[in-house]
């Protein structure tokens, strides 16, 4: 998927996360996501569950409970309350392509503002809607993979398999999840380094990073240039004994 692509999904997370889309553009968003990348996805979640979680604490602390007489009150009325019919509206689910072209920060503003203040004033007294969020808390990798600085660079292994290496400067941390790397011989380790000139360890790929598939969190990327892949006696060496792959790290 191309950059402009990859924004254009990026964009549509407030929308989403507010319900504010037909069907059709919900399932377009969704079908983006399946063609997206790792980093892509996480971003795009993280927006939705920070909105949400955002919208869910306002409502919380605006909320009050209405007062004992309030119900009484609306007891009584009933009998006496007449029906209205109601007429058709105008739907509020504005078109994608409408929202993405006046797409600013103070509309977003003035969305999220809009969906936290649901509220329906009866008789003097203010019954609050809560909005139900995603409690769900983004982990480390995930934060490091959706940072404004996060990029992404992936190195072929000899034997087949890759590693991808998503790295954000601003954390000082890497992310390295491996994927069809096959294990090493008896009585060998595959070892990590930085290399900033000096290839500093970073430890030794464990049997869990090579079947899990989930993302391992390196810190102390300093000024690394390279990140490297070496195979080693078992319990690793000092220094790089023969270098397997290396992905380049940007600055």
Do not use: C
């Not at 964009?11 to 983006?32: G, K, N, P, Q, T």
């Amino acid at each position: 998927m191309s950059e402009a692509s990859r924004q254009r999904l990026l964009d549509s997370a407030e929308v989403y996360a507010l319900h504010a889309v037909s069907s059709a553009e919900e399932a377009d968003i969704e079908r983006d996501l399946v063609s997206v990348n790792d980093t892509a996805r996480v971003q795009f979640n993280i927006l939705v569950s920070e909105i949400q979680e955002t919208l869910a604490l306002m409502s919380v602390l605006d909320a009050v409970d209405p007062p004992a007489y309030l119900k009484t009150r609306v007891l009584e009325e009933l009998p006496s309350a007449v029906q209205v019919v109601p007429q058709p509206v105008e739907s509020n689910v504005s078109s994608m392509r409408r929202h993405r072209e006046r797409r600013s920060n103070r509309v977003r503003m003035s969305m999220m503002a809009a969906a936290a203040a649901v509220v329906v004033a009866v008789g003097g007294g203010v019954v609050a809607t809560q909005v139900l969020g995603n409690d769900s808390t983004p982990s480390q990798a995930e934060q490091i993979v959706a940072a404004p600085d996060a990029r992404e660079t992936t190195a072929e292994f000899p034997g087949g398999g890759t590693a991808t290496i998503s790295y954000s400067r601003d954390s000082n941390s890497v992310v390295v999840k491996l994927d069809g790397v096959a294990a090493p011989a008896a009585g060998q380790d595959y070892q990590m380094w930085f290399v900033d000139g000096t290839p500093r360890s970073v430890g030794l790929v464990t049997p869990e990073q090579l079947t899990a598939g989930d993302g391992t969190v390196i810190e102390g990327m300093g000024q690394a240039t390279n990140f490297a892949f070496s195979l080693e006696p078992a319990g690793g060496s000092p220094q790089p004994t023969e270098v397997l792959t290396m992905a380049t790290l940007d600055a």
